[in-house]
């Protein structure tokens, strides 16, 4: 049977979006609030940020368990920074006696 419609391609991403992807190193996980915070930390101290997450936009203020979580992203070069700075900025956890 021949083709009766033709076949378009899915476009390509640039090679360069791809190549700063794969530069960047999760250092930490949290909620939203949680994010902003840390966010503001990192950049006070000069590492550039990006902050994913799969949080569907919805009529509620709220979500639930993992829903929730935003993936705090750093160049690869800042990594080791970044993790410090996240962890000085960490209070200690205190434990129930």
Do not use: D
């Not at 190549?19 to 930390?41: D, K, P, T, Y």
Request: aromatic share 4%.
């Amino acid at each position: 049977m021949p083709r009766r419609a033709k076949i378009i391609p899915f476009p390509v991403r640039p090679s360069s979006a791809t190549s700063e992807e794969a530069s960047l190193v999760e250092v930490h996980r949290c909620n939203q609030a949680e994010a902003v915070v840390v966010r503001g930390f990192l950049e006070s101290e000069g590492i550039p940020t990006l902050c994913r997450s799969r949080i569907a936009l919805s009529v509620h203020p709220f979500t639930i368990g993992g829903q929730g979580e935003i993936v705090i992203l750093v160049p690869s070069s800042e990594a080791a920074r970044a993790r410090e700075v996240v962890a000085l900025r960490r209070p200690p956890i205190r434990r129930a006696r």
